[in-house]
């Protein structure tokens, strides 16, 4: 019937011309229209007072580290160095720096290995403690790792570990573990098993396929995991202190410490030792970031 009128109200001797509907448009959701209808400064205002309150604290630093001592200017300028070359000389902080990255590339490389392991155990194979295990790792985050010092003490002193970067890189490994499982758990079931099993039928054994067709698509999952191991690593300072009491074994957060006095606090070196702690952070920030996220969250749908 539509043929027909069409031919009726065409002219005579032109032949009928076939109607198609024009292209739908995606419908939005009322979400989306409801953030398309919210005004630009009330999305960019608080953002940009956090920016400013997240940005000060780090230029006051920056501008105690580089203005020369004495001086109350507000502005960076003139710019002087000799704070750095004393916290790195004279401090000992260039000793420090090596000792914290140590620590943090050893607690890097053993978290994210046995994280793997653990990971994909807990994603491919079933076991009757499975879900028990699963909620230990759990419960384990909410244990301050204060508590654990004493009874890491003793193990560490009866194995002659005091003193020693071992014993820092043995206690934060073991405190980054469980969630580092959990994440890369998640992350291994979203890869299909038959990838696995094609390799298996091809001729692959087992730590044969998992290298060549799983660990390649982990790539964010690990960068995440092995990021955030070493940046808690850098930072953490309660075990540097309690097991490293020789001033050359000691890392970063612990020489920033013996930079406070009991009377005064040189502000000029201890700006400039917190700028030199902060650089490593930052650019592995800055390289990884789109990486942390996509395996934070490709980590948490599952698990």
């Known amino acids: 019937m539509t043929a027909a009128l069409a031919e009726k109200n065409s002219a005579p001797g032109q032949a009928a011309r076939p109607t198609t509907p024009p292209p739908s448009t995606p419908r939005r959701t009322k979400r989306e229209r409801a953030f398309d209808d919210v005004p ?66 050893a607690t890097l490389i ?68 469980p969630l580092s499982i959990i994440l890369i758990s998640g992350f291994i079931k979203n890869v299909p098993v038959t990838l696995e099993e094609a390799a ?14 799983v660990l390649p698509l982990l790539r964010p999952g690990l960068i995440a995991v092995g990021s955030f191991a070493f940046v808690h690593s850098w930072n953490h300072f309660l075990f540097a202190l309690m097991f490293l009491s020789e001033q050359d074994k000691q890392t970063i957060p612990v020489g920033l410490n013996t930079l406070i006095g009991a009377d005064s606090v040189d502000l000029g070196a201890l700006a400039a030792g917190g700028v030199i702690a902060a650089v490593p952070v930052v650019i592995v920030f800055a390289f990884i970031q789109k990486w942390l996220v996509t395996g934070f969250s490709a980590g948490a749908v599952k698990g």
């Open 110 to 177: 053993a978290t994210t290995l046995v994280a793997l392991a653990g990971g994909y155990a807990l994603a491919r194979f079933d076991f009757k403690i499975k879900g028990g295990f699963m909620l230990a790792l759990l419960c384990s985050q909410f244990i301050p790792g204060a508590l654990m010092l004493v009874p890491l003490f003793e193990i560490f002193k009866n194995l002659q570990l005091i003193n020693s970067l071992v014993s820092v890189v043995i206690a934060e490994t073991v405190f980054q573990l």
């Open 200 to 213: 298996w039928v091809d001729g692959c054994s087992r730590f044969r396929a998992f290298c060549a067709v």
């Open 40 to 105: 630009r400064w009330q999305i960019y205002l608080p953002l940009g007072i956090y920016l400013v309150f997240t940005l000060i604290p780090f230029y006051w630093m920056f501008l105690f580290a580089v203005r020369p001592a004495g001086s109350t200017s507000l502005v960076p300028w003139p710019m002087t160095g000799d704070h750095f070359s004393k916290v790195w000389n004279e401090r000992s902080f260039g000793l420090f720096f090596q000792n914290s990255m140590i620590v943090g590339i």
